[in-house]
């Protein structure tokens, strides 16, 4: 086993959503290889990972195949533009990623991450619109506590303060719906939580204030994942349906935790039984070996987007790196792999135990509620009086040492194991994180 030397200085990275000053002055936090179900620090400590990364690497570790791909193509085609150029790779993983989507969802734009994809998306919804004629329609609307990531307009309709705060006016006409998340009814749920369903309704409430002819899309996560494991109500997502139909708005699920298996279907839509009009990805796209994101629409999207120009470029929109090579042989390796080793399936065999071993923390010390879909949890634990998310962050500490990654947001533990995991991998998790919330009580 290669053993990876730490960096003499620490001082030119500025790392992204970090306490910077706290982990440059405490590094035993450093992962340098990974394999299979686990990372391993420069000094060979393996760490099991709970989180795939960062809901990513949904195949696990290393994958020769993916790696091989990548290998290949770099020495096939390092790089070419996709502007008004093609390359065959990038229309082939057009073309797999087509196959997993919902039926008559056959277009895909690509981009390097999710937040791209969000963005992306959002665009699409405004010129969507605008080649009906319906220009009026600009208003996005998000929900509380919703994630899309850090451009300017997944923050704008995501729904979480302290990424907003920082920076000032954001994208206009946004608004959102409540958040999903009713810990009174619902604490402790299984699955789908079942009281709810008529929060969807305050979408009606925003037709009314604003007006139909204003909105032009509703964008959600089907389960939102990184401000805690947020599950929708049984129904919810079918009424928003619904009402986005009623009033012509485009319904925009963003899947980027929630496709490639991680709810035991290819994507959310599919296991939810709801499909949107737009569908954005990326993190297990590639396993995240290599970066890339993607949205897909309904073909009536694209069509009409595509001919409502009458000639030249028909969509003002595009990365340098859409549809990258590289990324695009690690997407098709990735997806071949799903298909081969069934890595949804997997994941939906697998739940059962996965849901009663998160449940079986329901009497640890602060856990005041827990929540499962598919292979994601949640433990939520009360907060520290005047310290927010201080207990979860020790917690979190507690279990790298013990060598077992979770992930923390607030005060709840978040967990999301690649899609290979096995059952003593498992309660491997469960034991060593009841261990440290059990030692932080103490
Ligand atoms: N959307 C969702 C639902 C996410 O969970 C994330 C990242 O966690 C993003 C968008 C942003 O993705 P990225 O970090 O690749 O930009």
Redesign the pocket.
């Known amino acids: 086993m290669n053993e990876i030397s730490r960096p003499n200085s620490l001082d030119a990275y500025w790392m992204p959503f970090s306490d910077n000053k706290y982990f440059k002055g405490d590094t035993s936090r450093m992962l340098a290889r990974a394999e299979g179900m686990s990372y391993y620090t420069p000094d060979g400590k393996e760490v099991l990972d709970g989180t795939a990364g960062?809901?990513c690497c949904n195949a696990g570790h290393g994958r020769v195949e993916i790696k091989e791909a990548i290998q290949k193509q770099a020495a096939i085609l390092d790089y070419a533009p996709t502007f008004q150029l093609g390359h065959p790779i990038a229309f082939e993983a057009a073309a797999r990623i087509a196959e997993m989507t919902p039926e008559g969802m056959d277009r895909v734009f690509f981009t390097n991450?999710?937040?791209?994809?969000?963005d992306t998306a959002l665009k699409i919804a405004l010129a969507y619109h605008k080649a009906r004629g319906d220009s009026g329609r600009v208003r996005m609307i998000g929900r509380e506590r919703g994630?899309?990531?850090?451009?300017f307009g997944?923050m704008s309709v995501g729904g979480i303060g302290g990424n907003r705060k920082q920076f000032g006016a954001l994208l206009p006409y946004v608004d959102h719906l409540p958040s999903t998340h009713l810990p009174a009814k619902n604490a402790f749920s299984r699955g789908l939580p079942h009281h709810g369903v008529e929060l969807a309704d305050t979408l009606e409430n925003l037709v009314a204030l604003h007006g139909a002819e204003t909105i032009a899309a509703v964008m959600v996560?089907p389960v939102?994942?990184?401000t805690g494991v947020l599950v929708p109500p049984v129904g919810y997502l079918q009424r928003l349906r619904e009402i986005c139909d009623k009033y012509g708005i485009l319904l925009i699920f963003?899947?980027?935790?929630?496709g490639f298996g991680r709810l035991g279907t290819n994507f959310g839509a599919e296991r939810l039984g709801v499909v949107p009009d737009i569908m954005?990805m990326?993190?297990g796209l590639t396993n995240a070996a290599v970066?890339m994101?993607a949205v897909a629409v309904k073909n009536g999207v694209y069509d009409t987007v595509v001919n409502g120009v009458a000639g030249g470029i028909e969509f003002f929109h595009g990365y340098t790196y859409s549809g990258h090579p590289l990324a695009a042989a690690a997407a098709i390796a990735t997806l071949q792999l799903h298909q081969s080793e069934d890595l949804p399936g997997r994941a939906m065999a697998i739940e059962p135990y996965w849901q009663d071993a998160m449940h079986s923390m329901k009497d640890a010390p602060n856990v005041i509620d827990i929540r499962d879909f598919g292979l994601i949890g949640g433990i939520e634990l009360s907060s520290r009086p005047g310290k927010p998310g201080a207990r979860a962050m020790d917690v979190f500490r507690r279990c790298f040492d013990a060598g077992v990654l979770v992930r923390v947001t607030g005060d709840i533990v978040a967990l999301s194991p690649p899609l290979i995991i096995e059952k003593p991998h498992v309660d491997r998790i469960v034991n060593t994180l009841t261990d440290a919330i059990r030692a932080e009580a103490a």
Do not use: Q, R
């Not at 991450?113 to 969000?118: I, L, T, V």
């Not at 994630?147 to 451009?151: A, D, W």
């Open positions: 960062l809901w991450s999710g937040s791209e994809s969000a994630y899309h990531g850090v451009g997944g996560e939102a994942g990184s963003d899947e980027v935790i929630t954005t990326a993190k970066p994101g």
